[in-house]
């Protein structure tokens, strides 16, 4: 573990009965690295960020979060650490800033701090509704406020996107680069593989209790050397045609689309150039679905 490491996790193991919930977990995080524990229902990652963070117990295996051990529980390490639970836990009937300011509270945080946190998730003009009257993504914004209210060096967030619309996840997004922008380690699960690609540093995914796969999301869909899909208006080129082109591999058409396989793209768009046919047309590369696809023979399901 080098100094500039946030978090190890070594080999951690966790059962529920005789289900394997997390068998044989072991990931790094560096100092200011956004990174995203990725799977779908019922993966291990809940379970893997709760062991992290020093809220569980493992069976077995280690974890060093800012270089101490976060279980048993690890009274220094609270004002470092920021956690944002799946299911968040609001004062009742208090207002948005109230809520800030009762968590804030607990570390001594001032009212500018406070005011600085409602700017930051967006929240300024509804400081003053109470909590029960915010939209789900405020609701959101505003839990993740309370995990970074007292300025910690590393946030964990259990799904902060699910169950919001697609606006609203947008939205959170700008929220967390901003966060990610002023030097804090983001720890984060999802189910939404196409969000960890445009937030992650590096992601982990994670299946049935495994992670089998980790690295920049980028790199692990330009590992997969996946073909690019060139997608035409069905009628905009004859099959036939299309197959005959410099670097098409395969060639498909249903109802609405032509569907051209290559991995060479550029004389292939060239030659799609030369017949008129650039209008309307739609290039695929492979996405972290393909790479799920690939690592465990099943079409990824959130
Ligand atoms: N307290 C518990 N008792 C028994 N089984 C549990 C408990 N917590 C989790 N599990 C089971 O362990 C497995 C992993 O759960 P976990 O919540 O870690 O997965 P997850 O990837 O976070 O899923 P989700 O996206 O649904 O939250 C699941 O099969 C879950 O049903």
């Given at each position: 573990m080098t100094t500039s490491t946030a978090l190890a996790?070594?080999?951690?193991?966790m059962s529920y009965g005789d289900l394997r919930a997390v068998d044989g977990v072991s990931f790094e995080v560096a100092e200011g690295e956004f990174f995203g524990i990725l799977g779908p229902n019922g993966a291990g990652k809940t379970t893997t960020l709760e062991i992290a963070e020093g809220l569980r117990e493992p069976d077995s295996g280690t974890v060093r979060l800012l270089g101490e051990a976060p279980w048993p529980r690890n009274l220094a390490l609270l004002p470092k650490i920021g956690v944002q639970l799946q299911a968040s836990a609001f004062f009742e009937k208090l207002t948005a800033r109230e809520q800030l300011e009762t968590f804030g509270a607990l570390y001594g945080v001032t009212s500018a701090r406070v005011d600085e946190m409602l700017e930051l998730v967006g929240l300024s003009d509804k400081a003053s509704t109470p909590e029960a009257k915010l939209s789900g993504g405020q609701r959101q914004r505003l839990s993740i406020?309370?995990?970074?209210?007292?300025?910690?060096?590393?946030?964990?967030?259990?799904?902060?996107?699910?169950?919001?619309?697609?606006?609203?996840?947008?939205?959170l997004w700008d929220v967390l680069r901003e966060v990610?922008?002023?030097?804090?380690?983001?720890?984060?699960?999802?189910?939404?593989?196409?969000?960890?690609?445009?937030?992650?540093?590096?992601?982990?995914?994670?299946?049935?209790?495994?992670?089998?796969?980790?690295?920049?999301p980028a790199r692990l869909v330009r590992d997969l050397e996946a073909a690019t899909r060139v997608i035409l208006e069905r009628g905009a080129l004859a099959p036939d045609l299309a197959r005959a082109l410099p670097g098409a591999d395969q060639v498909a058409q249903d109802e609405v689309s032509l569907t051209i396989s290559t991995r060479t793209p550029a004389p292939l768009l060239a030659a799609l150039a030369e017949h008129g046919t650039l209008d309307g047309l739609q290039v695929r590369t492979a996405t972290l679905e393909d790479v799920f696809l690939e690592l465990t023979g099943r079409e990824y399901r959130a």
């Amino acid at each position: 573990m080098t100094t500039s490491t946030a978090l190890a996790v070594t080999d951690i193991h966790m059962s529920y009965g005789d289900l394997r919930a997390v068998d044989g977990v072991s990931f790094e995080v560096a100092e200011g690295e956004f990174f995203g524990i990725l799977g779908p229902n019922g993966a291990g990652k809940t379970t893997t960020l709760e062991i992290a963070e020093g809220l569980r117990e493992p069976d077995s295996g280690t974890v060093r979060l800012l270089g101490e051990a976060p279980w048993p529980r690890n009274l220094a390490l609270l004002p470092k650490i920021g956690v944002q639970l799946q299911a968040s836990a609001f004062f009742e009937k208090l207002t948005a800033r109230e809520q800030l300011e009762t968590f804030g509270a607990l570390y001594g945080v001032t009212s500018a701090r406070v005011d600085e946190m409602l700017e930051l998730v967006g929240l300024s003009d509804k400081a003053s509704t109470p909590e029960a009257k915010l939209s789900g993504g405020q609701r959101q914004r505003l839990s993740i406020a309370c995990a970074l209210v007292h300025d910690p060096d590393i946030v964990f967030l259990d799904e902060p996107t699910a169950a919001l619309d697609p606006q609203a996840r947008r939205n959170l997004w700008d929220v967390l680069r901003e966060v990610q922008a002023r030097g804090k380690t983001i720890v984060y699960t999802t189910h939404y593989l196409d969000e960890a690609e445009v937030l992650c540093d590096r992601v982990a995914i994670m299946d049935r209790g495994r992670i089998l796969a980790m690295d920049a999301p980028a790199r692990l869909v330009r590992d997969l050397e996946a073909a690019t899909r060139v997608i035409l208006e069905r009628g905009a080129l004859a099959p036939d045609l299309a197959r005959a082109l410099p670097g098409a591999d395969q060639v498909a058409q249903d109802e609405v689309s032509l569907t051209i396989s290559t991995r060479t793209p550029a004389p292939l768009l060239a030659a799609l150039a030369e017949h008129g046919t650039l209008d309307g047309l739609q290039v695929r590369t492979a996405t972290l679905e393909d790479v799920f696809l690939e690592l465990t023979g099943r079409e990824y399901r959130a």
